[in-house]
């Protein structure tokens, strides 16, 4: 659950920054798109992208897997508790796959 709180904040304030971001560059005469081509002129390391994406994607990944284990409990299902910590463990490792399955698919 804490971890579930974790990744809400990180995802929340990220939003707030981006949002900010959108906000606040424009006055300054950039677009969005001046920002991506300033990254891209950058030429970062394939794996260095590849790890940027997959730090953004894993939160976005377990937040959502770990929230319909949530919903699960909000209906009444999952309070054994060897249910519990094999539901963890399934929202855990999935969220690695999805997090993959999104930074090379998207």
Do not use: C, Q
């Amino acid at each position: 659950s804490i971890t579930h709180r974790a990744t809400g904040a990180a995802l929340t304030g990220g939003m707030y920054l981006f949002a900010m971001h959108a906000l606040v560059v424009p006055a300054f005469g950039w677009e969005f798109t001046t920002a991506i081509n300033m990254i891209k002129g950058w030429e970062l390391p394939w794996a260095a992208v590849v790890s940027a994406k997959w730090l953004l994607a894993w939160p976005v990944a377990y937040h959502t897997l770990n929230g319909f284990r949530h919903m699960a409990w909000d209906l009444g299902y999952g309070f054994n508790i060897s249910t519990l910590y094999k539901s963890g463990w399934v929202v855990f490792l999935s969220s690695f796959l999805v997090a993959d399955l999104m930074v090379f698919l998207l």
